[in-house]
């Protein structure tokens, strides 16, 4: 398990983009915001965390090339400080 990067979602296209990202990877992705952890690639998890939070992703992989590319693909909404 490998915190990959902290992203902001700011609305509902975001929250359908990024899981289409994330569904794309064969491994396991959560999403973690305070003491809630869900599955990143169920949209409906995603929207019920709400907009404009900071959001740990986090792979479940051991493949350095997959989570880089993990995050790499989530750029866009990356925060500053992951």
């Known amino acids: 398990m490998t915190k990959v990067c902290t992203i902001k979602l700011l ?3 975001d929250v ?3 899981c289409g990202i ?3 990877y064969s491994f ?3 999403a973690t915001f305070g003491r809630y ?3 990143a690639k169920s949209i409906m998890g ?3 965390l709400g907009f404009g939070k ?3 992703i986090i792979a ?3 493949d350095l090339s997959e989570i880089e590319a993990l995050c790499q693909s989530l750029a866009r909404w990356r925060r500053a400080t992951s």
């Open 22 to 24: 994330i569904n794309t």
């Open 60 to 62: 479940h992989t051991e």
């Open 11 to 13: 609305n509902d296209k």
């Open 46 to 48: 995603l929207l019920t």
């Open 54 to 56: 900071d959001i740990d």
């Open 16 to 18: 359908s983009e990024v």
């Open 37 to 39: 952890l869900l599955d």
């Open 28 to 30: 396991d992705v959560d």
